[in-house]
């Protein structure tokens, strides 16, 4: 299975996945330069973490606009596996391959440390591998960490989740944060969603934590 | 290019009185200057040698001093004098790394002086084709807690009375005439300080993609009005493909890459040596701003730049600017470089050349390439939207030459900035310090019934308490290679594709430094290199930032001078040669100087990182070991400088720890062995708040109890729990190894004292059949863990708020 991971000037977790993917899962893998329209036929997409053109408009902001971006949509829609990690989750959300949005965490500062996150379907491609409620630790780092959406949204979300099937127009919660003392910088708990999964049955996914450390 | 045959020299300035003032040059100085160019300087020749001959850049004060530190081995590749040191790390790696300090700025504007600290170590990393691999950070701040904060229940009226009364009697405070509301000013001045700086490096580090492994963070009256914000960096290069910066080859292009200049941190060298006086606030245009953005793109660029071959040298623009990489390069190289300042990108309309020279814009730098092969480094900077001009040629002369609209504006022999510049032996006077010798006679020992309580107050004061609040706002975990990350005793990051790891720590006593220059300063060394020691990795190299106050007083040179013989007797007999460093002086505030505050990086080298160890007791039922060099008695009078007389009897006087360098050496060898050959789970440095406090961290992380005896003794149990004897580590094992640790120690002569197990949910420590400790550990962790965080969110009366914002 060869991966691609996106480089925008910026990023600083695409050396990461990069390692991950060829020195812990042994799997060809690429660098793909953000102004290229090229995804050189790799079977899954990988949106690293980092600071795109710097974030310091808003995050994702103007990555979306990169030319690579336009691809990974066409990418998506097709049903190809996209995942994105901190920064490509933000990526994601802000391009529209995902719902909701990020803010600043609750605190308003960076916050960088493991947390425990539970595994809510294993119906995905990204968590197969788990079992339903595991707990996993997972670090994050981010200061947009913040995850919104309206009430509809969420509702939806849920529903998908608790139907399993898992496919829609929408998402479906891939993992949910642990417990109250697993330090999610969300401000409200019922928003608490860390990793999603959107799109036609095949999937698509952000995810928040930094899965490559 | 215009030659020089067909210019004519450039206008001379009206060298006034105040003119030669606000540059910082004085009478003499400028004679010296008319004889290196045998004729009056023009103005912006006056700007270049007085950034040049700034403290900050030329070292004049210390470099006599400097010269007595040990600054080879077998493993240095590069010592001080370039813009970072190397050492040989095998495998055909090497290290470069490099501490530096940025407080000047971090006072006047907190997140940009903290932010571009972190940016000027960093690209002194990378200018050597090093991938930076990890920063630390050492902070100093002034008082966040208002110790003489009155009791919930007390009135405040009396409390703020008594409080006058501590502080007049407190031995070193700027604070000292300060009343109620002053005081509570002062604190929320440092409390915006302290959350200024955190911010500016993490915003800086993290957005660059370097993982910051924490470092340690100090509170001092002395540091208000001048923080210490000392960054160290290390990153990784090949050792074959190590880059230097050095001019050569006489008409080979020189290069502006990076960001473009603009009129940010005019004379930032200059202010950074000077003293603070009132309105010293209005310097912030002397502060530069950071783009951490730019300085990722510029990395990535530069070390692509680099793997074309076609770079002949690089260098930096940090302080003094483009003045300083063009007259260093060229003198490093022995050749002359001339550039044309109509080519160099300028963020500004209307720039002189005067402000061109002296801007400090970040993310900035200069190359030389191979005259031909220019179009390789401009195709990688163009992939990265970055600039890169030709803006000169190396030339024959050794000089720098720069012209503006083809006329010549500087030509200046490099050396006479450089080499040849002031060299001062400063007057230098013993100073006694003006504190007691020995204990205050209103503070008895060995009659508190209450030694939990004091434990509690240690583990919540300022420099003890878990710095947690701060080390979290860094990546700590980026690049996927840390081992351990903030909260142990040093950090340790693996490299990629070996078994190896390195090792580093930072560390400094400003207060015992101030007791004792020279005996301090060993313990910096000692210290750093135990910490290194701790987490497994041998000590093989230092670096070191020297903070201190004014160089023109007698009494700070013999400090200076006191704190350099004692570097350079630890580094030598703990086989850690220095090889570079930083030196900031000038660090007070209406006449009111910080503590001499050496601070000392230490790298170590892991042979494998399946070795290594970590502060925290892993699993009860373990035993826990002290291990000890045996040394004379610690004394009451030892006492008076340790975090105990500072908390709990608020007071400073005695002497720093009697500290034997060659026992040190063979504890570090002992713990080292014992990490190698798998024998210890965990291994803490005693240091600040003593055995009992290294105890006590080492039950935090995972919640792990233990029941301790001390060792037999007489003196007062406030001694045995939290007096700071040096050279110990609190170690523990499985049961079945303890008498093979012992066997070891032995043959080390190290005392290895068994104390007792792990496990449970309490912290008890005993000496003979009574509980000096008894406290379950969710309580004291709780405590530890949140002082931090609620001393920087304490309730700030609202009155004060407005006016101090005023400002």
């Known amino acids: 299975m060869k991966f691609g991971v996106l480089v925008f000037p910026g990023s600083n977790c695409d050396h990461d996945a990069y390692h991950v993917i060829a020195a812990a899962a042994k799997q060809p893998v690429t660098f793909l330069w953000h102004a290229s329209h090229d995804l050189e036929n790799c079977d899954a997409i990988i949106v690293p973490g980092g600071f795109a053109y710097g974030d310091y408009l808003r995050t994702g902001a103007i990555a979306k606009f990169a030319p690579i971006m336009q691809e990974v949509s066409r990418f998506a829609a097709g049903g190809g596996l996209v995942l994105g990690i901190c920064n490509g989750f933000q990526i994601l959300c802000e391009a529209g391959l995902l719902p909701g949005a990020l803010m600043r965490n609750a605190g308003l500062k960076y916050i960088c440390k493991p947390v425990k996150l539970r595994v809510e379907s294993t119906d995905t491609p990204f968590t197969s591998a788990c079992t339903e409620g595991e707990v996993l630790e997972i670090p994050i780092g981010h200061m947009e960490g913040n995850y919104f959406c309206d009430a509809d949204t969420l509702a939806e979300l849920n529903r998908e989740n608790l139907r399993g099937d898992g496919w829609g127009a929408r998402a479906q919660i891939a993992y949910g944060p642990c417990g109250r003392a697993s330090g999610n910088p969300c401000a409200e708990p019922e928003r608490r969603v860390c990793a999603l999964r959107a799109g036609d049955g095949i999937c698509q996914q952000g995810r928040f934590g930094h899965g490559s450390q | 290019m215009a030659t020089q045959s067909l210019q ?146 007390a009135d405040r009226g009396q409390a703020t009375e008594r409080a006058e009364v501590q502080a007049q009697s407190s031995s070193y405070s700027p604070a000292r005439k300060l009343r109620g509301l002053e005081a509570k000013k002062l604190i929320h001045k440092n409390h915006s300080i302290l959350e200024g700086v955190v911010s500016g490096i ?217 080499d040849d510049a002031p060299v ?144 350079a007797e630890a580094c030598t007999a703990l086989g850690t040669p220095i090889t570079g460093g930083n030196v900031s002086l000038y660090n007070e505030t209406l006449g009111e100087g910080i503590y001499p505050t050496p601070v000392v990086g230490v790298v170590g080298i892991v042979e494998s990182i399946e070795r290594t160890a970590t502060p925290h007791f892993r699993s009860p039922g373990r035993e826990a070991i002290l291990l000890s060099a045996a040394l004379a008695p610690y004394d009451d009078r030892q006492l008076g400088s340790s975090e105990y007389a500072k908390e709990i009897v608020g007071s400073l006087w005695g002497e720093p720890p009697a500290l034997d360098l060659k026992s040190e050496a063979a504890l570090q060898k002992c713990v080292l062995e014992l990490i190698e050959k798998g024998l210890i789970e965990s291994a803490h440095d005693c240091s600040d708040g003593g055995l009992a ?74 000496r003979g059949p009574s509980d000096a400790v008894s406290v379950y550990i969710a309580d004291i962790k709780n405590v530890w863990a949140q002082a931090l965080e609620c001393a920087l969110h304490s309730d700030v009366p609202e009155r004060v708020v407005p006016e101090t914002l005023d400002k």
């Open chain 2, 8 to 153: 004519t020299p450039p206008l001379p300035c009206r060298a006034t009185p105040e003119l030669l003032k606000t540059h910082g040059i004085t009478p003499e100085e400028y004679e010296r200057i008319v004889q290196a160019l045998g004729r009056e300087p023009s103005l912006t020749e006056l700007g270049i040698y007085s950034v040049m001959w700034s403290e900050h850049c030329s070292y004049k004060s210390s470099k006599v001093h400097l010269k007595r530190l040990p600054t080879r081995s077998e493993r240095v590749v590069q010592g001080p004098g370039e813009n970072a040191g190397i050492i040989d790390i095998g495998d055909g790696w090497a290290c470069a790394f490099k501490i530096e300090s940025h407080n000047h700025p971090s006072y006047i504007e907190p997140f940009q002086g903290a932010a571009t600290g972190v940016g000027g170590i960093l690209r002194d990393i990378f200018t050597m084709g090093a991938r930076p691999l990890a920063v630390m950070d050492s902070l100093r701040f002034g008082r966040i807690v208002d110790r003489r904060k009155p009791p919930a229940a």
């Open chain 2, 693 to 766: 406090v290294a105890i006590a961290e080492s039950c935090f992380r995972h919640e792990i109890g233990a029941e301790l005896h001390l060792p037999e003794g007489s003196e007062p149990l406030e001694i045995a729990l939290f007096g700071e004897q040096a050279s110990r580590v609190l170690v523990c094992c499985v049961p079945g190894d303890r008498q093979l640790i012992q066997q070891i120690a032995a043959k080390h002569t190290i005392q290895a004292e068994f104390l007792g197990r792990t496990g449970g949910d309490r912290l008890v420590i005993r």
């Open chain 2, 202 to 418: 993490a915003s800086y580090g993290n957005c660059f993609g370097v993982p910051n492994l924490g470092g340690e963070t100090k509170f001092e009256e002395c540091y208000f009005g001048n923080p210490l914000v000392n960054a160290f960096a290390l990153g990784l290069v090949r050792k074959d493909e190590i880059f230097y910066a050095k001019a050569s080859g006489t008409g080979n292009p020189v290069i502006y890459v990076g960001a473009k200049t603009g009129r940010d941190g005019i004379h930032g060298a200059t202010m950074a040596s000077e003293e603070f006086r009132e309105g010293s606030e209005q310097k912030r245009p002397n502060v530069q701003v950071g783009d951490p953005f730019l300085e990722k793109l510029l990395l990535e660029a530069c070390l692509e730049a680099m793997q074309t071959g076609a770079v002949v040298g690089i260098q930096d623009m940090g302080a003094a600017g483009l003045t300083c990489s063009t007259c260093e390069m060229g003198a490093r190289g022995g050749v002359g470089i001339e550039i044309e300042l109509d080519h160099v990108p300028q963020r500004e309309i209307g720039m002189t050349a005067y402000e061109i020279m002296l801007s400090e814009s970040q993310e900035r730098m200069l190359l030389v390439a191979e005259s031909g092969r220019e179009h390789e480094v401009f195709r990688v900077f163009e992939k990265w939207g970055l600039d890169a001009v030709t803006i000169g040629r190396v030339i024959n002369e050794p000089r720098m030459r720069v012209l503006e609209h083809g006329n010549i504006v500087a030509d200046i022999p490099n050396t006479s900035l450089t």
């Open chain 2, 424 to 567: 001062y032996r400063r007057p230098m006077q013993p100073w006694t310090v003006p504190v007691p010798k020995d204990k205050p006679a209103n503070a008895p020992l060995g009659a508190n019934p209450d030694l939990t309580g004091v434990l509690k107050r240690l583990l919540a004061s300022q420099n003890i308490c878990s710095k947690r609040w701060i080390h979290e706002q860094y990546d700590s975990m980026v690049q996927t290679n840390t081992v351990q990350g903030p909260g142990g005793d040093g950090g340790v990051m693996r490299i990629k594709d070996t078994l190896r790891g390195l090792a580093m720590s930072l560390d400094g006593n400003g207060r015992w430094c101030y007791l004792n220059p020279k005996l301090g300063a060993m313990h910096a060394v000692a210290e750093a290199a135990r910490k290194v020691v701790c987490a497994g990795g041998v000590p093989v190299a230092a670096t070191n930032c020297l903070n201190f106050g004014n160089p023109e007083k007698p009494h700070i040179m013999w400090q200076f001078s006191e704190v350099i013989d004692g570097l």
